[in-house]
């Protein structure tokens, strides 16, 4: 039984064309797996008793490509759907045709009663359950809160090294980003609470403008002790 292909309202003849759906892994920059790269390459003749009828048939075959974010699917000729139907709803941004029909043959009998064609249709498909797609902190510590001296610089002599106090502080910064799968993540909390400058806090929660699946935290927070400290930064709260 041959299979038909329908394009949102187009339909093509049953068993005029060979469809081949590839599918690309989604990988995040920390390689965290995320969905589907969906691509639909068809190829196709269609048949018709006259050239005019062939103009026709194919300028119909067009217009229907020029369409982006319609349904894509092989269906029985009962009309029942197989396995192979590609919704824009369940997509991210749609479907889109990222290959209008061309017509690639040019010899022989083409344009007499047929027309050879290939086009393609691709889509991103996301997969929600995994919640984190990369994380990353660091920690920059400035000072090890021991002496400070300097220079003094006398007008007409030599500059002189000279002790400015006995201690100081050491001051630390914690900052980092974590890229959500469609949610955002909260950031982790301060590392050191009792030394925090909790004026200088700064959350930030992103948009981007080009993969609205992300959502982007970054946080930073500033301290300042007397004695030096030590920490890591804050693993993943998500494996």
């Not at 027309?115 to 393609?120: D, I, M, P, W």
Request: aromatic content about 10%; charged content about 15%.
């Amino acid at each position: 039984m041959a299979l038909k292909l329908k394009y949102g309202n187009y339909t093509h003849e049953a068993g005029e064309c060979a469809v081949i759906i590839t599918r690309q892994a989604l990988l995040s920059g920390h390689g965290v797996y995320h969905g589907f790269r969906e691509r639909w390459d068809v190829q196709g003749r269609l048949h018709a008793s006259t050239q005019a009828a062939v103009s026709t048939s194919i300028n119909a075959l067009q217009a229907a490509y020029k369409i982006h974010n319609q349904a894509i699917g092989l269906y029985f000729e009962s009309g029942t759907p197989t396995s192979h139907v590609l919704n824009p709803l369940s997509t991210m941004g749609g479907t889109r045709v990222v290959q209008p029909p061309s017509f690639p043959e040019g010899r022989g009998a083409e344009y007499s009663t047929f027309r050879n064609y290939t086009l393609a249709v691709e889509a991103e498909v996301y997969d929600y359950s995994e919640p984190l797609l990369s994380w990353t902190e660091v920690l920059s510590f400035q000072g090890d809160a021991g002496p400070t001296w300097g220079f003094l610089l006398p007008i007409n002599a030599a500059p002189q090294k000279q002790l400015f106090t006995q201690a100081s502080t050491q001051t630390v910064t914690q900052r980092g980003m974590a890229v959500g799968n469609n949610q955002y993540i909260s950031a982790p909390g301060p590392l050191w609470p009792e030394h925090e400058h909790a004026e200088l806090r700064v959350i930030e929660h992103e948009l981007p403008a080009t993969n609205t699946k992300e959502r982007v935290t970054r946080w930073s927070y500033a301290f300042e002790a007397a004695a030096p400290q030590s920490a890591s930064p804050t693993t993943s709260p998500i494996n």
